[in-house]
């Protein structure tokens, strides 16, 4: 199980892949839409990744309330715990 | 008493396509129109679809006058007469009547009758599953020849100012012919169905809320407003998105297994263009070699359902004409939800 510091550092590193964004611009109070400008399409990769990469189901549903970096960082936790 | 021994028709090892010929609409409808009815702009959807037209049919041309023109170019390129016909398989979601099917008419204006024809409801999955039976048709000896068309009249069943698919669609169609070979030339077809997800893709109406709205009174639908009660497409966009890429990544592998051959034996993948960020994504997927030929005809036709792949194989085939007689991984996928893949011998 990772702390949400490795779930960052993780998420950071997907979210650089799919966008090219400098992994230290994922921030825990950043917007995915607003702050970062990821798309819906490309959200649905970087969750995609974060499966595989945590071992965690993310529900398509599920998917609309991430609106943060924190959110994702929690949502993840939780469904590792 | 000794009971008589039934005939059976007898079996057919292999089946190939023999030819192709596509129908596209004249009508070309640009980022910039579109931009007149959604707030967007020529990048955004660019970037977001990788459309850059679409090709629509005007009002007066049917589904009807699309397959039969498709069909002629496809009976010619495989030099077969409409007579030869043991089946007419129409796949489209957009001609307008429930029955009678677009197939029987189609049959009749080339003059394959009494050849058996009929209409497959699934979607952009459509041309896959037509292909599917078309092959177990030819394999059984249930036919000699069977012609398949992929054709929709997706610009009917539109409204301009919905984001989640209108703007990606276009109209067009492409048939093939399908009979027997001496060499293996359809691979077996990986298909299947997900009813369980109906909504992802879907209309905004039944025919019977229609009915029953239009009893009690409500003004007449325009094929304009977002408040129409005239049915037209929608969907969830991400939740596509996710579907159409990882599992069905999975299903062209299957396709590939199924007909025991790897990547590297392709020549080209010719995907459903339902939206470039699918197809780019999907090619990764698959760790599809370099030399693979991939169609991106979605540039040009934008999404066109049924109608693509036949449409995006036969740009390929214009664009790089030494891919004849080379394999091709065709996978179509869509509203249902619905899939189907095969793997097959570029006519």
Known sequence: ?81 | MSSPTLKQSPLREHTRIHGLGIFRPDVIVTNDDVCQWIDSSDEWIRQRTGIATRHRANRDTSVIDMAEAAAIAALRDANIEASQLGAVLVSTVTHPYATPSAAAQLADRLGATPAPAYDISAACAGYCYGIAQADAMVHAGTAEYVLVVGVEKLSDFIDNADRTISFLLGDGAGAVVVGPSDSPGIGPSVWGSDGSKHEAIRMTHSLLEIRDLSLAGTAPATAESESSLWPTMRQDGPTVFRWAVWEMAKVAQQALDAAGISADDLVAFVPHQANIRIIDEMVKQLSLPGHVAVARDIVDAGNTSAASIPLAMHRLLQENPSLKGGLALQIGFGAGLVFGAQVVVLP
Do not use: Y
């Not at chain 1, 994922?26 to 990744?49: A, C, G, P, R």
């Not at chain 1, 945590?54 to 939780?78: C, H, M, Q, S």
């Open chain 1, 1 to 81: 199980m990772a702390s949400n510091e490795e779930i960052l550092a993780g998420l950071a590193e997907i979210v650089n892949e799919e966008t090219g964004l400098a992994p230290e611009s994922v921030e825990m109070d950043k917007s995915f839409t607003d702050d970062l400008d990821i798309d819906s399409i490309s959200m649905m990769t970087i969750v995609v990744n974060a499966e595989e990469k945590f071992g965690v189901r993310i529900p398509d549903e599920e998917v609309k309330n991430l609106k943060t970096v924190g959110d994702a960082v929690g949502f993840i936790a939780n469904a590792q715990a």
